[in-house]
Nanobody, 121 residues
């Protein structure tokens, strides 16, 4: 079994900061890309930021310059540092990992359970 467990969400005022963490555990051979997605009420889930195993990153235009994604490969953990938060960042944030459970298995996507981020104005 593979589990992705997020932490770090909460309530913050506009202009504040939060740091999300997501740890992958279980039967893991290797992790390729990891990322953070979010889904606000009534909206589709969208990519916030992604990072490859080599450290290349990409961001949604709406968060560029404010959010930073990073990962610790030794801990199978991905982080999202969120600064200058805005009310429109309010959403459930989901961790995603593309990983292989064994040397012979194909990679597939796994999702965390989500963590709520609420930014008050």
């Amino acid at each position: 079994q593979v589990q992705l467990v997020e932490s770090g969400g909460g309530l913050v005022q506009a202009g504040g900061s939060l740091r999300l963490s997501c740890a992958a555990s279980g039967s893991i051979f290797s992790i390729n890309a990891m990322g953070w997605y979010r889904q606000a009420p009534g909206k589709q889930r969208e990519l916030v930021a992604g990072i490859t195993s080599g450290g290349s990153t990409n961001y949604a235009d709406s968060v560029k310059g404010r959010f930073t994604i990073s990962r610790d490969n030794a801990k199978n953990t991905v982080y999202l540092q969120m600064n200058s938060l805005k009310p429109e960042d309010t959403a459930v944030y989901y961790c995603n990992a593309d990983l292989r459970k064994s040397r012979l298995s194909q990679s597939r996507n796994y999702w965390g359970q989500g963590t709520q981020v609420t930014v008050s104005s």
